[in-house]
């Protein structure tokens, strides 16, 4: 099962620098994310996603693959692959944390603020707060239990006090 966090940070480079030291740990296997992605809060007061991947490219391969192959049932298999491609790149499904409920969330950011969404699946909370601390932000919700989230908020605050921050 995953647990969902967002963390809020005074700006999109801020919150882009900690969502690209997550994946570097979950390189190093401290960490295995589900999805991670910024939305920020423009000056307009609009929210912007910035996702990791595309839900168009996904769509459109699966959708070449399964047209490919009911084609080859038809006997007309470029065909069948590049209805299923474009069909596929229409129909793009939202996967990982959901869209609106990062806009909404983002409406309480400030204007230019940021916030990283993390879908996390496993993690080494001692290692990976260490490495995230630094970093700043402000726990806005997640999905722990009241006693995790808890732990979870201590456990950056007394690294955030041990640095100076």
């Known amino acids: ?19 690209d030291r997550l994946l570097e740990l979950q390189r ?6 589900a999805d991670a992605a910024v939305a920020e809060k423009k000056p307009d007061g609009k929210i912007k996603l910035h996702q990791l991947r595309s839900t168009a490219g996904g769509g459109a391969a699966s959708g ?13 298999p470029l065909l069948g692959m590049a209805v299923g491609a474009v069909a596929g790149a ?24 940021a916030a990283l969404f993390l879908l996390v699946t496993q993690s080494t909370p001692d290692k990976v707060i260490a490495q995230i601390a630094p ?3 402000e726990i806005m919700q997640t999905s ?13 605050f ?4 041990a640095a100076g921050q």
């Open 90 to 113: 229409g129909a793009s499904t939202d996967i990982g944390v959901n869209d609106d409920f990062m806009r909404n969330l983002g409406q309480r950011l400030q204007p230019g603020g």
């Open 144 to 156: 722990l239990s009241q006693e995790a989230e808890a732990d979870l908020r201590e456990a950056v």
């Open 28 to 33: 190093e296997k401290l960490i295995t994310l």
């Open 135 to 137: 970093f700043g932000g």
């Open 1 to 19: 099962m995953s647990n969902l966090i967002a963390i809020a940070y005074p700006d999109v480079a801020t919150a882009t620098r900690a969502r």
């Open 64 to 76: 070449t693959l399964w047209g490919g192959l009911i084609g080859l049932l038809f006997l007309a």
């Open 158 to 161: 007394h690294v955030q006090a």
